[in-house]
Each structure stands twice: as C-alpha cells, then as structure tokens.
C-alpha cells in the first residue's frame, strides 16, 4: 500500500466497516493498558508528538491532552476513519494514512509513541523504522513503546522481540529511562542522547 501524504483537515463519514473489531472500546484492560502508558511519559507536555499506529484514536483522543501538536499514523483507513470522527473536535490533532517504516512525516519530533504496531513489523521492517524513528526524535525526546507480549496470526513478532530490538539501541543512540510489564503488556521508554 502507498502511503498518503495528504493530511485530512475534516473528519470523513464514519464507513460502516469501521466497526471496532478488536473491540478496543469494551476492553477494560485497553484503558489500563493506556493510563499506565500516559503515567510513564517523563515530561508534563510536549511541543510536538508523533503517534505510530494510532488505530481508533482512543489512546489518541487522551494523549492529545499532554501535546501542542500531534499526529497520529495509521495505515487502515477504516482505523483512522474512527480516529478522526474520535478527535474530531481536536484541532491540534492531525491524522495521516502512513505505514511506518514505508513511509515517515518530514518533520521531527520531541515524543514519539510507537503501540501495538511494532508487533506487525518483520525483521526487515523493524531495523528502517527504527532508523526512521531515530532520524525523526529530537535530541532529549523521548520514545515510548508499548506492546501486548502475546502473539495472533497476523502479527510478525511478539512485543518482547520489538522492545529488546530498540534496547539494542543502547546506549550508543538511545537511553533507556524505564521498563515495566503490567499484566501482559511490556513497556519502555527512551531517551534520544
């Protein structure tokens, strides 16, 4: 799939295959899951903040409350879809159809939270979006990685396998701030030295 550089400004129609399939919205453990990965952001706000594998906004719409700008990726569009109706009434929010590490935004950034989409990366995959990631994070941002540590069909690695391949990146380019498993999710944080 190519990725779209166009930003969208107004919220499309809701298609209705955009139903949440992975029923993200009922999931408790989700809601967890998103407050632990707020808590374990070292900074109060950042200036600007990128999300890899937005998917339905939902840790969008809370992560947005800690940035002045955001853009969220995703490369579903009937994820995004439910993202921006979501946001919709976040101007600072901004979404583009991007799959990582196929493509990435020109700009930098002083946050960059990667959830759930490292775990569809191949091996190949996962080495140029870290190289993507490492040109993007600005020196003293930080990168928040955050994976469920089970394993489906369609995913390609399990979230121990992405974490450990970004604390590789230590401590020539990275610096590694924490680490914790809550229930059956790993997450990290990083420093860009």
Same mark, same amino acid.
């Given at each position: 799939?190519?990725?779209?550089?166009?930003?969208?400004?107004?919220?499309?129609?809701?298609?209705?295959?955009?139903?949440?399939?992975?029923?993200?919205?009922?999931?408790?453990?989700?809601?967890?899951?998103?407050?632990?990965?707020?808590?374990?952001?070292?900074?109060?706000?950042?200036?600007?903040?990128?999300?890899?594998?937005?998917?339905?906004?939902?840790?969008?719409?809370?992560?947005?409350?800690?940035?002045?700008?955001?853009?969220?990726?995703?490369?579903?569009?009937?994820?995004?879809?439910?993202?921006?109706?979501?946001?919709?009434?976040?101007?600072?929010?901004?979404?583009?159809?991007?799959?990582?590490?196929?493509?990435?935004?020109?700009?930098?950034?002083? /946050?960059? /939270?990667?959830?759930?989409?490292?775990?569809?990366?191949?091996?190949?995959?996962?080495?140029?979006?870290?190289?993507?990631?490492?040109?993007?994070?600005?020196?003293?941002?930080?990168?928040?990685?955050?994976?469920?540590?089970?394993?489906?069909?369609?995913?390609?690695?399990?979230?121990?396998?992405?974490?450990?391949?970004?604390?590789?990146?230590?401590?020539?380019?990275?610096?590694?701030?924490?680490?914790?498993?809550?229930?059956?999710?790993?997450?990290?944080?990083?420093?860009?030295?």
């Amino acid at each position: 799939m190519e990725p779209s550089s166009a930003l969208l400004l107004t919220p499309p129609p809701l298609p209705r295959e955009a139903e949440d399939s992975w029923r993200f919205d009922a999931l408790g453990c989700v809601r967890s899951r998103d407050d632990v990965t707020l808590a374990s952001l070292p900074r109060a706000r950042y200036r600007s903040a990128l999300e890899i594998g937005g998917a339905i906004g939902l840790l969008t719409e809370k992560l947005q409350a800690r940035c002045d700008a955001l853009l969220s990726l995703e490369p579903s569009e009937s994820a995004q879809a439910r993202a921006i109706h979501r946001c919709r009434h976040l101007p600072h929010v901004r979404f583009q159809r991007m799959d990582v590490p196929h493509g990435a935004p020109e700009q930098t950034f002083d /946050l960059i /939270l990667v959830s759930e989409r490292g775990a569809y990366w191949n091996l190949r995959e996962l080495a140029l979006a870290q190289q993507r990631i490492l040109e993007r994070l600005e020196p003293g941002g930080h990168l928040v990685l955050v994976h469920w540590t089970g394993q489906t069909r369609d995913m390609r690695l399990d979230g121990h396998a992405v974490h450990d391949a970004f604390r590789q990146l230590t401590p020539r380019h990275l610096r590694h701030l924490r680490g914790e498993m809550e229930g059956t999710y790993r997450l990290d944080v990083f420093e860009r030295l």
